[in-house]
């Protein structure tokens, strides 16, 4: 009976694990913190959005960085393999805006129940508060691990220790350094999916306002656009975040950390109306609100915490009366509604990512095994690989994906 060893307890390892122990392998699962599953847990704000129910022929679009890399895995482990598997251990799932694929009761414990279920009925071994401090590597070859308890031997070690993203949960890039140690090549790790910091400081003023059927666009700095979304936002104390920001931060990331240079981000605040529709609109408010001060004239067309700023950066004497709004003050303030003017100037930290971009160079790992081409034995799952995906189940996906050849492959091979 063949002895794999898999390193990490998120959604990569435990799949691993479950798989490797079906196909007749000996497994042990290491986990660094007291339970498995903690930054699963709190994934989709406790919901964890499981995957996407975009058509096969459109899943790799959901992917930033190396989506062709995993062809094979989700071939193997598709967006309804996944579903079926929970199904088939009593969690329904169901589909909502965006495609994106929640459990029926909305509880992100319950899908890290399933899988704790799966390994312990497929007899894994679960070593928990384990830290395991490098490959055990004996002239070339790989005999296992070395944890703080001294050596431990297997015939196949599954890195699936994750990325640098919330770190408390345990993901603190250990596997990177033992990925490099069996000479591996360890693209820089950076931000995916985070809030973005902004130049402006009134952004300040705004914190914990959520804008709903917002339209965002940034651009670069030749004024190419780089990417738009739709939907909802959030102001914080440094700049933004929510839904579309999210979904937005991986390729202006990229950008600002390619080339350095700030991104124009512009807000449409009432996309639903083009400047002429906008435009009557103001005037229709101004002429009913005619003897009201220009400050006390905008209730019905903006949240009231947003108020003020607009007002102030469209620098309309906030005591001045309706009528006495001039035309041109009028289309100032119609611009500003269709495209209210954001510097983004860096994300935040990598260790408030919901996820890591960068990892192992996936021209060092065979794509249909998981298998690295550098040391026999060694293969990668999850969120150490090179490989990230936008909002919406598409990075959950790619870890229960190659999880789930890691440790068919590593049984097997």
Not at 325 to 335: G, I, P, Y
Request: net charge positive; aromatic share 6%.
């Amino acid at each position: 009976m063949k002895k794999v060893i898999v390193v990490g307890g998120g959604p990569a390892g435990m799949m691993a694990a479950a798989v490797a122990a079906r196909q007749g392998a000996k497994v042990t699962l290491l986990e660094k913190k007291e339970a498995v599953g903690k930054k699963l847990v709190i994934t989709g704000k406790g919901r964890c959005n499981l995957t996407s129910a975009i058509p096969d022929d459109r899943f790799m679009a959901g992917y930033a960085c190396n989506g062709r890399f995993l062809y094979s895995a989700l071939h193997e482990f598709s967006s309804r393999d996944l579903i079926d598997f929970f199904a088939d251990n009593g969690l329904k799932c169901k589909v909502e805006r965006g495609q994106r694929v929640f459990p029926e009761s909305d509880r992100a414990a319950d899908v890290v129940s399933i899988l704790y279920q799966d390994l312990i009925h497929g007899g894994v071994e679960l070593r928990k508060s384990v830290a395991v401090k490098g490959l055990y590597i004996h002239g070339g070859v790989l005999k296992g691990v070395a944890t703080e308890q001294g050596r431990l031997e297997g015939g196949a070690v599954v890195i699936a220790t994750g990325g640098m993203s919330y770190p408390g949960t345990g993901s603190t890039g250990d596997g990177y350094a033992w990925a490099r140690a069996a000479g591996h090549h360890i693209v820089e790790p950076r931000p995916g999916l985070v809030p973005l910091v902004t130049a402006e400081a009134w952004v300040k003023e705004l914190q914990g306002l959520s804008l709903k059927n917002v339209r965002a666009s940034s651009y670069r700095e030749d004024g190419k656009k780089i990417n738009e979304e739709f939907g909802e936002m959030l102001f914080t104390h440094f700049g933004v975040s929510g839904p579309i920001i999210l979904s937005m931060s991986r390729d202006i990331g990229e950008y600002l950390f390619s080339r350095g240079h700030k991104v124009k981000m512009l807000l449409d605040l009432k996309p639903a109306l083009d400047e002429q529709q906008l435009d009557q609109r103001l005037q229709k408010d101004l002429a009913k609100n005619t003897r009201r001060q220009f400050k006390n004239a905008l209730d019905e067309l903006l949240p009231r915490k947003l108020i003020p700023v607009i007002i102030e950066l469209s620098q309309i004497d906030p005591e001045k009366e309706c009528h006495q709004v001039t035309r041109d003050e009028r289309k100032k303030l119609l611009h500003l509604l269709k495209g209210l003017e954001l510097g983004i100037v860096k994300t935040r930290p990598l260790a408030e990512a919901i996820v890591t971009a960068g990892g192992v160079d996936v021209k060092e790992v065979n794509p249909r095994t998981m298998e690295s081409r550098l040391l026999k034995d060694l293969f990668f799952a999850g969120e150490i690989l090179d490989v990230d995906g936008y909002t919406g189940g598409f990075n959950l996906q790619a870890a229960f994906s190659t999880g789930f050849v890691a440790g068919k492959n590593a049984a097997l091979l």
